[in-house]
């Protein structure tokens, strides 16, 4: 079997590796780290083997291109004061995605990694687990872990 066209990779896949970037950088780099995902894939696509999991090799793509920007970010400069006019700043109609975002951004690495790649890519836990170079049971615990702390974060937040 050989491999599809490269388009058919995107249009099958972009949005699970959106997804994954928003989980790791949040909302406003992932479109970035999505780009730099597709052409990383795109020069390497010649290269795959026929039966590779194009999936599980995106998302390991976009988790390496996520570690980049993070990395990238500690090192930019932090920047002082908001403009008055911010309409991030306007609380009046809140954004649950970004309450989400937040929430998952406070879990820690092994809890966040584990739930982005097990439930917003939908990959099998063995593959997380060779991702993150862990064993299967840890990613298992890991995720189970993330998603309980998301749950009780969520629904202290929602609590008037």
Known sequence: MSLPPFEQVVLDHSQVVLHVCRALVGPHDAEDAWSETF???LTAYPRLR???YIRGWLVTIAHRKAIDRLRAAQRAPIPIGTLPNDPS??????D???DLWHSIAELPVA???AVVYHYIADL???QVAKMLDRNEPAVRRAAADGIAKLRTTIRREDIP
């Open 39 to 41: 052409l990383a894939a």
């Open 50 to 52: 026929d039966d590779s």
């Open 89 to 94: 700043l306007d609380r009046s109609a809140p």
């Open 96 to 98: 649950r995605s970004l």
């Open 111 to 113: 809890q966040r990694s």
């Open 124 to 126: 099998p836990y063995a």
